[in-house]
């Protein structure tokens, strides 16, 4: 028996991943799962466990590098209506894990719900931005968590709190489980204040940073205590640095650029070498920020 049997409508054998990243780069998924709702999503963990399966969780592809032979195990990609409903009840939004955060954070605004504006610019699902506690100079996205709700490997649903979510730099605390839900708390106020905050922020960050029309996946590096990832692989003299046909880019030196023909070991190759140089020069040893299967 295979270990979808029953499951055949949501599965997908040797599905192509590049077409679900920002790199378009990467192999396949030995298996694409798409499950409708929770319930499903719960028998795919138990599966996966029970089949003793890697498995990993596919959001918008924002932040993640798929090696060029893929993933041998199961991607589960929370997509579709039940995964993107979003519900509004001021000063609280109910956001599923599917939601696409920028168009989360313009429909609060819209409805005159600040505070999200200080995000502008952050791609990504909901699920994703939680997990990675993801933001920049104006905050996090756990300034506004009120509370998160999981899914276990186990299958069981848990609520927690956002005291308990250990939220810290780039990062929050899953226990192995799946951000399947999140209700934020935000403030009425000035909505066409807040939505010409938005628009500085956001053409503050663009100015700065590689187009979105670039193939990337945002910022490689989490910025050192007390400094900043870009400006020391700057000072390294690496900005303009190819690979093949990936280029650490020549606007931030912390976003690595993919051009048409490029492979995820280009840049791989030069997550490495970006590495080893800021490490020469500084003794800094740079962490990822990046997701890399």
Request: glycine share 12%; aromatic share 6%.
């Given at each position: ?20 990243t920002w790199y378009g780069l990467g192999g ?266």
């Amino acid at each position: 028996m295979s270990w979808c049997s029953g499951l055949e409508a949501i599965c997908q054998a040797d599905v192509p991943l590049r077409d679900h990243t920002w790199y378009g780069l990467g192999g396949p998924a030995a298996w694409l799962v798409s499950p409708r709702d929770e319930s499903e999503l719960a028998t795919v963990l138990a599966r996966c466990t029970t089949e003793k399966m890697q498995w990993r969780i596919l959001g918008h592809g924002a932040n993640l590098l798929v090696p060029d032979d893929g993933f041998q195990g199961v991607v589960i990609r929370l997509a579709g209506e039940v995964w993107e409903r979003v519900a509004f009840r001021p000063p609280l939004v109910e956001a599923a894990a599917g939601m696409d955060f920028p168009k989360l954070v313009k429909h609060s605004l819209e409805r005159g719900l600040v505070g999200l504006e200080n995000l502008a610019g952050i791609p990504g699902s909901v699920g994703g931005v939680i997990r990675q506690n993801a933001g920049g100079r104006y905050g996090t996205i756990a300034d506004y968590v009120r509370q998160v709700r999981l899914l276990g490997a186990d299958g069981e649903v848990q609520v927690r709190a956002a005291t308990e979510m250990a939220f810290a730099y780039r990062s929050s605390q899953l226990d192995g489980g799946v951000v399947v839900a999140a209700t934020l708390e935000l403030q009425t106020g000035d909505s066409t204040a807040a939505l010409e905050r938005h628009r500085t922020i956001w053409s503050e960050k663009y100015a700065s940073q590689p187009p979105v029309s670039a193939r990337s996946a945002g910022c490689i590096f989490k910025n050192p205590p007390g400094g900043a990832a870009g400006r020391l692989i700057d000072e390294a003299g690496l900005k303009g640095q190819r690979c093949g046909a990936a280029e650490i880019s020549t606007k931030h030196a912390n976003f690595i650029v993919a051009h048409p023909g490029a492979t995820t070991r280009n840049v791989l190759d030069l997550i490495t070498l970006a590495k080893e140089r800021v490490f020469e020069r500084t003794g800094v040893q740079l962490e990822l920020e990046v997701e890399v299967w």
